[in-house]
C-alpha cells in the first residue's frame, strides 16, 4: 500500500498523499486524520483502497471518519468511492493472468476469479458479474471465488469450472496485495487443482494509481459513479 502510495504522487505531484489503515497495521485512519489536522490541513479527501462496498467501506470508515470529524469540527473530511470495480482494474487482473501464464484463449482453461468475499451478497455479486463478463467474451471458462464469508470457495469454482470439460486451470487475483487471504486462496488451489497457475494481486501497477486519482477527483468535484 505504501508503494502505490508512492506511485499515486509520481503520477500527481500536487496533493499531499498519506496512508492509513483500518485495522492492524500504522497509522490508522483516526491518527493519521488527527495528524492532518495538526499540520494545518482542513479539508482531507479519504480514498479507500477497498474493490467492494463490503463491510468496511459501508460501516468501518464512515464510523472512523465520523468519530474524528466530531471531535475535530474544524476539520472536513469527503470519502471517495470505492476503487472497484472498474475497467481498468480488470484489465490489471487479466495482465497478472497472462503473466503468470495463463492462455485466456484456451476453451480447455479454468479461470477462478478468487476475491476476499463478504456477508452483504451485492458485494459477491459485483465480483461474479465480472467474471460473467470474463467468461462471456473469451475462450477460457471463468467462476467466481471467495476467499471467506461467502460461497463458493475455490475447490466448489474448480469443481463447476471441471463440469464444463476445462482440465487447465488458473487463478485471477481479485486483491490488492498479498496477505493471510490471497495466501489461503493459493493453498486451496494447490489442494483442488495441482499445477494451476495463481496470478498475483493487482499491487502497484501505475493503473491502478490512476483509478486512486480518478476517485479523488469524483469526490472533489461531487461525481457519483456507478457500478
Avoid: C, Q
Avoid at 502510495?5 to 500527481?12: H, I, N, P
Avoid at 474524528?68 to 476503487?83: A, C, F, H, K
Avoid at 471465488?145 to 463447476?160: E, N, Q, T, Y
Amino acid at each position: 500500500m505504501r508503494a502505490l502510495a508512492e506511485v499515486v504522487r509520481t503520477r500527481s505531484p500536487g496533493p499531499d498523499v498519506r496512508v492509513a489503515f483500518l485495522d492492524l497495521s500504522e497509522p490508522s485512519v483516526g491518527d493519521a486524520l488527527a495528524g492532518l489536522h495538526a499540520e494545518g490541513h482542513r479539508h482531507v479527501v479519504a480514498v479507500p483502497l477497498l474493490l467492494g462496498h463490503a463491510y468496511h467501506a459501508r460501516v468501518d470508515l464512515p464510523a472512523l471518519v465520523d468519530e474524528v470529524t466530531t471531535r475535530l469540527p474544524r476539520l472536513s473530511v469527503t470519502v471517495s468511492d470505492v476503487l472497484g470495480p472498474d475497467p481498468l482494474l480488470e484489465d490489471v487482473a487479466l495482465d497478472r493472468l497472462a503473466d503468470a501464464g495463463a492462455d485466456l484463449s484456451d476453451p480447455g482453461l479454468g479461470v477462478v476469479l478468487a476475491a476476499v468475499g463478504s456477508s452483504h451478497a451485492p458485494a459477491n455479486e459485483v465480483v461474479a458479474r465480472i467474471a460473467r463478463g470474463w467468461d462471456g467474451r473469451r475462450p477460457a471458462r471463468v467462476a467466481a471465488a471467495f476467499a471467506s464469508a461467502a460461497r463458493p470457495d475455490v475447490p466448489a469454482a474448480i469443481a463447476k469450472l471441471r463440469v464444463h470439460g476445462t482440465r487447465r486451470f488458473a487463478v485471477a487475483s481479485w486483491f490488492f496485495a498479498p496477505g493471510l487471504l490471497p495466501d489461503r486462496i493459493g493453498e486451496l488451489t494447490a489442494e483442488a487443482a495441482p499445477g494451476a497457475v495463481v496470478a498475483a494481486p493487482l499491487g502497484t501497477d501505475p493503473r491502478v494509481a490512476a483509478v486512486v486519482l480518478d476517485r479523488y477527483a469524483d469526490a472533489l468535484t461531487g461525481a457519483v459513479r456507478t457500478a
